[in-house]
């Protein structure tokens, strides 16, 4: 059964501090990374799908790169915002459906 | 208009009341996934169906029973369940089914919650 771990579990940061969070996953059966954005009572959102050993993804102030070699991924968000407060999940495919972490939950506070 | 959308919202049964569950996507997609989200547990795959044929069954108890009358549509028909059983049912749709093997995004509802008193 693949593991996937994700820390820290939740994190304070105060509007305009810039922060990073893991996904550490076994590097063997590795296919692709995702990495989903979940607000509370909302649905959890696609942020990227990473295949490639130092793959970059980008999308406004939050990127993400991925070791596979390794097996880590980072996620960054430059600048934190309010609305960045929700919990980031990372799940993994490989030779089973998508595995997901339990998630890290940002609070940003203004 | 959200692209997948789960009904009810919330929901609250005794021990042994049957309800079911309701997951429709209009995004003409041919695969549809239940998950399980517990208190403190990562996301657990429940069943997934492509092109409305079961092709993922983890081990889940029988009190749970899908059902996916179309590629539109999906249902998890509940009965006889336990209070271990409470809570965030997530539905959820991809364009194909890749057996895990695939780069393909998953689009989620916004979740059942079931209380089961």
């Known amino acids: 059964i693949l593991n996937v771990e994700q820390s820290p579990q939740s994190l304070h940061v105060q509007e305009g501090d810039s922060t990073n969070f893991t996904c550490s996953f076994p590097s063997s059966n590795f296919y692709a990374l995702h990495w989903y954005r979940w607000e509370t009572a909302k649905s959890p959102e696609a942020l990227f799908v990473m295949t490639l050993n130092g793959d970059e993804k980008k999308k406004g102030r939050i990127s993400a790169t991925l070791n596979t070699k390794e097996g880590y991924s980072y996620l960054y968000i430059k600048g934190s915002q309010p609305e960045d407060s929700a919990t980031y999940l990372c799940a993994l495919s490989g030779n089973t459906p998508l595995v997901f972490g339990k998630g890290t939950r940002l609070s940003v506070i203004a | 208009e959200t692209g997948v959308t789960q009904t009810p919202r919330h929901l609250v049964m005794g021990m042994t009341n049957k309800k079911s569950l309701k997951c429709e996507q209009h995004l003409g997609h041919n695969a549809m996934y239940w998950y399980k989200q517990s208190a403190k547990k990562p996301l657990e795959l429940m069943f997934v169906?492509?092109?409305?044929?079961r092709v993922e069954n983890n081990s889940v108890p029988s009190r749970f029973s899908p059902e996916c009358p179309n590629s539109s549509h999906l249902f998890l028909h509940l009965h006889t369940l336990q209070p271990e059983d409470s809570a965030l049912y997530l539905c959820?749709?991809?364009?194909?089914?890749?057996?895990?093997w695939g780069t393909g995004e998953l689009f989620f509802g916004e979740g059942s919650r079931l209380t089961v008193l």
């Open positions: 959820a749709s991809s364009q194909d089914w890749s057996g895990g």
């Open positions: 169906y492509s092109l409305e044929e």
